[in-house]
């Protein structure tokens, strides 16, 4: 009999702890929602790592060129153990590619960073500067690349986009890197970053209009242009849209209305 008695009393006596366990829990919130709790400066300790490391070189002609350029876009860990170059008294990580013989005249060379940190409010991108070389390690053109916002489906379909054209026959390496101008700029992110509250930490106050910093390392994907990269660069967010008077006013103005043409 005493056995019998014990089982119905388990139930209350389980039901009671629970209960007082949720007293003692204020909120739960996921963990991407979560502030977060170290609170060092990683983009000023990833700029002065970079500072103190030991360039490999100076010069293109330096640069081991053994990586052929994918054929479609790949991704490449810039950072810590990553060769390091001065260019214009400016140190830098970079990549260093000989470009396909084969490939058809024009084509597009593609190119997305990811974001670096786990939080919005304390990521930054790695942007990059990229220089094409003839067969006598000179440069035919450098230019800084825009990027631009594009959220997919998944991790490797959202980042920062970008690219450049490579058209010119003489055309046979590509560098890398990032400018002093790349390293101080910013990209348009049109997701906000989040004030957080520890007493209301899933209460979210959006700080309006954001502009991701750049920083001096992180993850960088490059290759030859394929669709989905294509789709993305077409679709992707590179500024604030421009002040206008609305969907309704754009329509009255461009489409024909029978019922307010004046009549003859």
């Not at 100076?58 to 860990?77: I, N």
């Not at 970079?94 to 190119?111: E, H, I, Q, T």
């Not at 960088?220 to 206008?244: E, F, L, T």
Request: aromatic residues 10%; glycine residues 6%; contains cysteine.
């Amino acid at each position: 009999m005493p056995r019998r008695r014990t089982a119905p009393l388990i139930a209350p006596i389980a039901l009671t702890l629970l209960l007082g366990a949720c007293h003692s829990i204020k909120v739960l919130v996921p963990p991407n929602l979560r502030a977060p709790s170290d609170t060092s400066n990683s983009l000023d300790a990833a700029r002065n790592r970079l500072k103190q490391a030991t360039p490999c070189c100076s010069s293109f002609a330096d640069f081991s060129y053994q990586t052929m350029l994918p054929w479609r876009p790949k991704k490449f860990e810039l950072g810590p153990g990553s060769p390091v170059v001065n260019i214009n008294g400016v140190h830098s990580y970079f990549l260093a590619f000989r470009l396909p013989p084969d490939a058809k005249l024009p084509y597009r060379v593609a190119l997305k960073a990811d974001l670096n940190g786990r939080w919005l409010s304390a990521s930054y991108l790695f942007a990059p500067t990229v220089v094409q070389l003839d067969e006598a390690f000179q440069p035919l053109d450098t230019r800084d690349v825009g990027l631009c916002e594009y959220m997919g489906w998944s991790n490797s379909s959202t980042g920062a986009f970008g690219q450049v054209e490579v058209n010119s026959d003489k055309a046979r390496y590509l560098v890398l890197y990032s400018s002093a101008g790349q390293q101080t700029g910013s990209t348009y992110w049109e997701q906000s970053p989040a004030a957080f509250s520890a007493e209301a930490p899933v209460k979210m106050a959006p700080n309006g209009s954001f502009r991701l910093p750049h920083g001096p390392d992180g993850a960088i994907w490059a290759g030859v242009m394929n669709d989905s990269y294509r789709k993305a660069i077409d679709n992707a967010i590179c500024d604030k849209a421009p002040p206008g008077d609305g969907l309704l006013h754009t329509l009255r103005t461009s489409l024909p209305v029978p019922w307010l043409r004046s009549k003859d």
